[in-house]
């Protein structure tokens, strides 16, 4: 039985990526955070089959503790501050988990189990004001924002840690993924949220920022897959994964509020506070090499998606206000 092991096991792509773990016979060590409370939300269905144990990517002792306890044969990092406009107004800390906290991460594992694999978590928005359209491997970065900053320099001390001491480490450049399980704060699940709640009579409206900006949208769950499949190929190598197609947030809002009968135009209100400072504009993948060398492809288009989301928004929606009514009843 392999031993994965997985920081941000808590959060979107964490979660997927044990389930998918668990189906194919690993044994799945999750690291969390010490807190007072047990954000287990993601992963409440399988919490009983995995192991969690604490650690934190600001201090290295105890990653090389966990480590060195789990004895994993693949490292998959997913654990960063992963939204963008939180790295504007905290971009020291973003800094500090989602930059040093890789080096940490690969000190660690250089440490306690250098013959491990170990997969990083790259992020389209290292592209950021695109050199070339769509993106490739190859493409130069240029971020625009200090999350996609720190991600580049996590990009490169994997590279580094690979090249240097020869440790198979490798990045995936993941393009925007979502799902149901996505944070309220991302724009997707903010849209799909609004809907869900437009459509239940429990709002009227939603606020947005850009509507112009492009992204490549795919569903996470397709992707962990192209993130496990990086872990076993013969040679450690780079990839680009993404669906090859790009849509624009006011398609987004156009699918998500028309698949409820709603016109977005009455719905959605522009407000200037939700703009960047420096605006993404486009980013498309060229996947490719995903396709040709991992045989992988996206499983989940775009219009489907996002109904998937809007439906479990609504679900979840009718589901508080059953359990709101039945305690007031008890």
Known sequence: MPTALITGITGQDGSYLAELLLAKGY??????????TTPYERIAHIVDRLELVSADLLDQTSLVDAIAEAK?????????????ATSWTQPVLTGEFTALGVT?????????????????ASSSEQFGQVIETPQREST??????PYGVAKVYAHWITVN??????????????????????GLEFVTRKITDAV??????????VELGTLDARRDWGFAGDYVDAMWRMLQQSEP?????????????????????????????????????YMRPAEVELLVADPSRAREVLGWEPKVGFPDLV??????????????SAASAAAGVR
């Open 237 to 273: 190598s780079d990839f680009v994964v993404g669906t090859g197609k790009t849509w624009s947030v006011r398609q987004l809002c156009e699918e998500a509020f028309s698949y409820k009968g709603l016109d977005y135009t009455k719905h959605v209100r522009h407000a200037p506070r």
């Open 161 to 182: 840690y690979r090249e240097s001491f020869g440790l198979y480490a490798v990045s995936g450049i993941l393009f925007n993924h979502e799902s149901p399980r996505r």
């Open 104 to 120: 940490r991460l690969l000190e660690a594992m250089k440490r306690a189990a250098p013959k491990a694999r170990f997969y990083q």
């Open 307 to 320: 109904r998937m989301m809007v439906d479990a928004d609504v679900e979840r929606h009718r589901a508080a």
């Open 27 to 36: 044994r799945v060590v999750g690291i969390v955070r010490r807190s007072s």
């Open 196 to 205: 869900a709640r437009i459509t239940l009579g429990m709002s009227d409206h």
């Open 140 to 145: 130069p970065f240029y971020p625009r924002s």
């Open 72 to 84: 994993p044969d693949e490292i998959y990092n997913l654990a960063a501050q992963s939204f963008v």
